[in-house]
């Protein structure tokens, strides 16, 4: 039978609907990068879900209705044209939207049209409907009849939608309905640096908010007994390969899941066992294992296969893993260090926000998506640090097969009584489980410099709820904040602007890292968000001042790796954000550094 159900989490055989959008223009902004122009006839039209892909989908984004001045969500519009329209998936506040302002009072209501896909047989099929992430409570309304609701602004979600549209089959277009609330920083929800008042003011280091639709909508046509959720755990160290953990829709006794592991199309190993428990695939003793490394990011694919007790084919999805593991271990000299696969590799990288000028939260295209990690490789950096924000699934399957090692924060929220607190765990949950499948997330940040961090007891719960959840990855109880080190697996420091390094703990098996470090001045013209507003925590005057700056920080790492044993450092940042000029490129992605001096300069790390 087809049950409601939360999907969390590449590229193949995808049927997609390009939608060009005719009408649309950008709202005028101060900055706009070259990956906008590609924008009208490119709404992200990649398939959302890389670690679980099906053939049979179409995406929704495209030109939708809005209206962004409502007081509440007590009077949905239904059959109503709203006044204005914005391009999804970008949020209101974008120039990408076409509108390029703030909801009046923190609600709204965006509202399109669509047909039931025709090579979708609703008789013995089911229809999902899933949001990749709407900011933040939403309400879900098809054809005057609410769907469900959803609170959270980083993680997707999704509803079965199948007896909604059986029971409408006349109808040749079903009326979708999004009422949106936002409070953003009026609110306590986790929000991450989103702030209303960067709109109009920009400055500081909170920016511009990111309201309602912001990653792609889709729709996705499955069997009526389907895979909801798969985990991919791999194992390196006991039979090397991957145990499946495949979630139902329905509870059936008798059926199977089969998974083959490929490698260029070729079986490599393969495992099958009962519905509903852990699966076992172990990569043919005659096939060497490959492991996952930055340097080296092979990924072995996979075909999961939901079978009836005959042994016929019922669903198959597409998947992928990288062979790694992570922890914190002594080196030979007795320092704790994060093990990569057994080794130490020293991790360097930048802070990145993921703000983009054009689109806030959201990237301009998928291309955008993956170019800020591309340049990270290009400039020898193998560690990215994505900053109290979530992005969609596919920049990390970018991270995952371009080779970038991933720090993975917690959006902060306020979290000072026990609902909200409540809130933050839960949406800390899905975050490690919407997106654990992806090797090149090795760490979890909980909290960045204390921001809503209650109490120590709370944060020692929060430690062990998530190495409950993934005891597979390394925890950091608090980046740069108090009690940093105190329960998770590291001791992270903050420090402006030369680098430093906190004590590692031997005793204590805690890995010393630099969480923040660097935030160098350079303003250019004609690439500022908000002219002579410009701010960093050191001030230099030419791209090759910055680099000379950049390769002796380096130089300093460099012996602080030695002593007291730091094993990581994370420049501030990759791009300039808004009126916060320290990027290594400018915020409409000019780069500042010198490409083959930095480069040089971080390999020489490792």
């Keep these: 039978s087809c049950n409601g159900s939360k999907m969390a989490s590449l590229l193949c055989f995808t049927v997609l609907l390009f939608a060009v959008a005719h009408g649309w223009q950008p709202a005028p902004a101060p900055l706009m990068t070259k990956f906008s122009k590609d924008v009208a006839a490119n709404q992200m039209p990649e398939y959302p879900r890389p670690t679980m892909v099906r053939p049979k989908w179409y995406h929704l984004n495209g030109m939708w209705e809005v209206d962004y001045t409502v007081s509440d969500l007590t009077n949905p519009p239904f059959g109503k044209t709203l006044p204005q329209e914005l391009l999804v998936p970008y949020p209101v506040e974008s120039p990408l939207s076409g509108i390029r302002n703030l909801t009046e009072k923190d609600y709204m209501w965006q509202r399109r049209q669509f047909a039931v896909p025709q090579d979708c047989d609703l008789t013995k099929e089911c229809l999902l409907l899933h949001f990749e992430a709407v900011d933040y409570n939403t309400s879900v309304y098809l054809n005057k009849k609410l769907v469900g609701t959803h609170a959270g602004g980083y993680d997707a979600f999704s509803f079965d939608i199948t007896e909604n549209a059986r029971s409408n089959a006349h109808m040749t277009e079903h009326e979708l309905l999004v009422g949106v609330h936002d409070p953003t920083d009026h609110g306590p929800q986790p929000r991450g640096k989103q702030s209303r008042g960067a709109f109009s003011n920009p400055g500081g280091i909170f920016y511009t908010s990111t309201s309602g639709i912001w990653q792609t909508v889709w729709l996705e046509c499955v069997p009526s007994v389907y895979i909801v959720d798969i985990f991919n755990n791999p194992d390196l160290m006991h039979f090397g390969g991957v145990t499946v953990n495949a979630t139902l829709n329905s509870a059936q006794s008798g059926l199977k899941v089969h998974v083959d592991i490929m490698v260029d199309g070729t079986t490599v190993g393969s495992g099958e066992g009962i519905a509903g428990q852990p699966v076992r695939a172990a990569i043919d003793t005659a096939q060497h294992t490959h492991v996952w490394t930055p340097d080296d990011p092979f990924l072995y694919n996979l075909t999961i296969s939901l079978l009836s007790g005959a042994g016929n084919s019922m669903d198959t999805v597409q998947s992928y893993f990288g062979l790694r593991t992570v922890k914190v271990a002594l080196d030979r000299h007795g320092i704790p260090r994060p093990m990569l696969n057994g080794a130490f590799v020293f991790q360097v990288g930048t802070l990145d926000q993921g703000f983009w000028p054009d689109g806030c939260y959201s990237a301009p295209t998928d291309e955008a998506l993956a170019y800020d990690l591309q340049v990270h490789k290009q400039l020898g950096f193998n560690t990215v640090r994505k900053h109290v924000k979530v992005e969609p699934r596919r920049w990390y399957y970018h991270a995952d097969r371009l080779g970038l090692l991933v720090w993975q924060d917690m959006p902060s929220g306020g979290n000072k009584d026990a609902p909200t607190q409540m809130q933050f765990q839960l949406e800390l949950m899905r975050l490690i489980m919407g997106r654990r499948n992806h090797p090149s997330i090795i760490q979890w940040e909980i909290f960045n410099e204390g921001w809503g961090q209650a109490s ?115 420049y501030t940042q990759i791009t300039d954000v808004e009126t916060e000029c320290n990027g290594v490129m400018t915020y409409d992605r000019v780069l500042k550094f010198d490409s083959n001096r930095t480069s040089a300069a971080n390999h020489g790390l490792n």
């Design 456 to 570: 120590d007891d709370w944060t020692k719960e929060l430690v062990d709820f998530v190495q409950g959840v993934d005891p597979y990855r390394i925890v950091d109880d608090a980046s740069g904040g108090k009690c940093g080190g105190c329960f998770g697996n590291v001791t992270d420091l903050h420090r402006y602007s030369p680098p430093g390094s906190p004590s590692p703990d031997a005793s204590k098996n805690l890995a010393a890292l630099l969480g923040e470090y660097g935030g160098v001045l350079l303003a250019v013209q004609n690439h500022q968000w908000a002219p002579g507003k410009c701010h960093g925590y050191r001030t230099v005057s030419s791209n090759k001042e910055l680099t000379d700056v950049y390769v002796e920080y380096i130089d300093t790492v460099q012996q602080l790796k030695t002593k007291p044993g730091l094993s990581a450092c994370m």
